[in-house]
Every structure is written in structure tokens, then in C-alpha cells.
């Protein structure tokens, strides 16, 4: 398969541990990667360097980092996706299959939710997931997005905020316009541990509760700390 003309960007902040995965899965299969680091200590810059993806420096928060990340793309589709997040088998020809289909250059497209963990609470939590794409149409960041650039940007890009900055633009977008493909986008589980399976989640749904109230994402970034 030829590269694709796609353009990686991936928001980092001292994500050593989990990036390299990501990198390789996407090395050699799309045009370029880009990173954008919110000012890594651990050594995420020189890694992403040494695997062959631009690294910028951008403010911190997801929603600054992708924004910085996809002004600074040269290709006419962008792949949004975490750094502990790695596409699975079978993702290329998703992809190709996608930006291969003129329609699609005013729609986007997600992939599935899954944890790179065997316990029965991560398959659980895999088709909430899955229920709340297809019921809602709401995906998150962990799922990736692909979106071709020019339509990213008629619809005013990812806003500069620390967090629902994948929210808002998934509602933007509007689920008519929305497509899930057939891959997995495999996520670290490592936070769900960490947190507790149940009460990470149940934080979540607090979190997005109270965008879809109308507050702030500064003020829900700040619950969201208080309640790690």
C-alpha cells in the first residue's frame, strides 16, 4: 500500500512510556507525524526526533497542541490521535477505503474504542463505548479522527481549551456527517487501572455532564484535577 496523504498529530506531554507504539504503527504508512509537545521532561521530544516526526512546542492542553498540530500540516487529511493510543490491524485500508470516496471530504470518521487489557471490566467498558457511538454519535479523542484539513478548518479547527476539546468539535461536525470504520484504535488501559475502573469513568461522564450544562471547559479541567 502507497503512503498515505495523511498528516498524523498527536498532543504529548511527557509521554515517553506509551508514544513509541503509536510511532511505529503509523511510521512509513502516512505522509507525516507531527507532534506537538507541551513541554515533555521525560525525553517524548527526543524519542518523537529519533523516530522521524516533527516536533513542535505548543501550550499545554490537548486542544492548544492539536490546534498547533493541524495549522502546522502540509496534507490534505488529518489523523488526530493520542500518544498512548496505537491504530490496530487493519487500519490502513480503513483509511484508504475512507479518503478514497470523494463524499467523504465534507464528513470524518472515528475508529473502535479498545483497551490494551484483558479484563472483563476493559470489554465492559469497550461497548459502553461502542453504545454511545452509534446511539449518539459521540466518540471521543482516544478513538482518533480522521478529517480532511480543508473541512477541519471551515469548521474553526479544535478550540484552545484544556479539555472537551474533542467534544466540541465531534458536535460541530454533527452525526449525519460522522462515520465509525472497521479497526481498532488500541488505547492504554494504564489510567483505568490507576483510577479505578468505575470511578475513572464515572468521572468522565461527570465531566462531559457538565459541558453538555454549559460550563466552562477551563472550570471542568479544573474538577477533572481535584478528582484524579
Known amino acids: 500500500m502507497s503512503v498515505l496523504p495523511v498528516s498524523a498529530i498527536i498532543p504529548t506531554l511527557n509521554a515517553a512510556a506509551s508514544l513509541p507504539a503509536t510511532l511505529e504503527a503509523l511510521r512509513g504508512q502516512v505522509a507525516e507525524i507531527i507532534i506537538a509537545d507541551g513541554g515533555s521532561s521525560d525525553g517524548t521530544v527526543e524519542l518523537a526526533q529519533g523516530a522521524g516526526a516533527s516536533v513542535i512546542s505548543a501550550p499545554g492542553g490537548r486542544g492548544p497542541q492539536l490546534r498547533t498540530a493541524a495549522e502546522a500540516a502540509t496534507q490534505p487529511w488529518l489523523l488526530a490521535l493520542h500518544a498512548d493510543t496505537r491504530p490496530g490491524q487493519g487500519w490502513q485500508d480503513a483509511v484508504a477505503g475512507f479518503i478514497g470516496q470523494p463524499e467523504n ?3 470524518a470518521a472515528h475508529f473502535r474504542f479498545a483497551l490494551n487489557d484483558a479484563a472483563p471490566e476493559a470489554r465492559r467498558l469497550e461497548a459502553m463505548v461502542a453504545w454511545r457511538c452509534h446511539w449518539l454519535g459521540l466518540p471521543y479523542g482516544d478513538q482518533g479522527l480522521l478529517i480532511a484539513r480543508d473541512f477541519y478548518q471551515a469548521l ?16 460541530r461536525i454533527g452525526r ?4 465509525a470504520l472497521p479497526a481498532d484504535f488500541i488505547t492504554s488501559a494504564e489510567k483505568w487501572q490507576r483510577d479505578g475502573w468505575y470511578a475513572r469513568s464515572a ?10 450544562a454549559g460550563v466552562s471547559p477551563e472550570r471542568i479541567a479544573r474538577v477533572y484535577a481535584r478528582r484524579r
Not at 159 to 171: C, K, Q, S, T
Not at 203 to 212: D, E, I, P, T, V
Request: charged share 25%; glycine share 6%.
Open 156 to 171: 474553526g479547527g479544535y478550540e484552545p481549551v484544556p479539555l472537551m476539546e474533542d467534544v466540541a468539535l465531534i458536535r
Open 203 to 212: 468521572r468522565n461522564l461527570f465531566c462531559l455532564s457538565l459541558w453538555f
Open 105 to 107: 471530504m465534507t464528513k
Open 176 to 179: 449525519k456527517r460522522l462515520r
